[in-house]
């Protein structure tokens, strides 16, 4: 059930969840527009996409396994392929600590070079850790390419911050929408269920180039960043705080839980001098995520701090839903 050229979609939001979603669905052959107050290459703390970690670490919950197996292979293809697009494989560790054994994470029979850790080998605190080999990529980087991609395909980006999602569908004549608006599904999609996540985290200079976490009664990680020279280091996540003040105290705590898992690999950083902070609002949804039909609208939002995780697969789903959608709307002959 292939799109036709004359069928118009306009997603709103051009995070990375909208992105995706306008890629397949113009790959797909579809007229497609979006709709976005922020676009890449701009900053703010509107959006949280520039300032992802951007790794493919699953959840380790089951939830939407299927639609986080279909992404991290949409990756794959273009590490492979395009390593212009700053996307690639590392390698990567994650520790638990509130977590006895591994019987939980049901990635590890589906990621490349799944190691379980011995326990001698943990950082202190830690109960039990893994190695694999994932996907990741540089949001500074990765965003511009995806759209100057978008663009080559006829897509074009209006900058807008629209109050409903009909205005949107006014503005582009279009048949389907596609809210993927993150926060602004709040008013738009009218769900109270909508959540911001503050996260503060600082690029750091660094040749480190291993992706580290740990996950379970904190949440500390070092993700590198192809073509800039340096790693992310965090991670913080507070509900419902919109504060684009840095937190000096948080850069001090985030450093110090950095070194005991790396084994003091950033000792040397002067957190006055040698850090560059980076605040961001991720936008959840209390209940999960959310990718459903409802008339002509494909809610696709609430995706948290799992939005690279999940992006591709989603957007595979959001395209079978734009299909039935407009497959629905067509007159029947």
Request: hydrophobic share 40%.
């Amino acid at each position: 059930m292939a799109g036709k050229k004359h069928d118009t979609v306009v997603v709103v939001g051009a995070g990375i969840i909208g992105l995706a979603s306008a890629l397949l669905l113009a790959e797909e052959g579809l007229n497609v527009s979006i709709v976005a107050r922020d676009i890449p290459g701009d900053g703010g703390l509107g959006w949280a996409s520039p300032y992802a970690g951007a790794t493919l670490i699953p959840p380790p919950e089951l939830g939407n396994k299927e639609m986080a197996m279909e992404s991290f292979r949409w990756y794959q293809r273009l590490a492979k392929s395009d390593p212009s697009s700053s996307v690639r494989t590392v390698k990567a560790t994650e520790y638990f600590t509130d977590r006895e054994n591994d019987d939980t994470i049901w990635y590890k029979e589906f990621v490349p070079e799944y190691k379980l850790l011995p326990k001698h080998s943990l950082p202190p605190g830690c109960k039990v850790g893994y190695s694999f080999e994932t996907c990741l990529a540089n949001p500074e980087v990765f965003l511009p390419w995806l759209k100057k991609k978008l663009e080559g395909l006829g897509v074009k980006f209006i900058r807008s911050e629209v109050k409903s999602l009909l205005e949107a569908k006014q503005m582009t004549g279009a048949s389907v929408i596609v809210n993927a608006s993150g926060l602004g599904a709040k008013e738009l999609a009218g769900d109270s269920a909508v959540a911001g996540y503050r996260g503060q985290t600082m690029f750091v200079k660094s040749d480190y180039d291993e992706v580290r976490l740990i996950n379970g009664d904190e949440y500390t990680y070092v993700i590198p960043r192809k073509f800039s020279g340096g790693v992310i280091l965090g991670g913080i996540s507070q509900e419902n705080n919109f504060d684009g003040a840095v937190d000096t105290n948080l850069r001090k705590d985030i450093l110090r839980r950095v070194n005991r898992m790396t084994g003091g690999a950033f000792e040397h950083v002067n957190i006055d001098t040698d850090v560059k902070d980076l605040v961001g609002v991720r936008p959840g949804r209390k209940g999960g995520l959310r990718v459903e039909l409802d008339g002509s609208i494909v809610h696709a939002y609430g995706f948290k701090g799992a939005g690279y995780v999940f992006s591709f697969g989603a957007a595979a789903k959001v395209k079978r839903l734009v299909l039935q959608a407009l497959e629905t709307a067509r007159p029947k002959l």
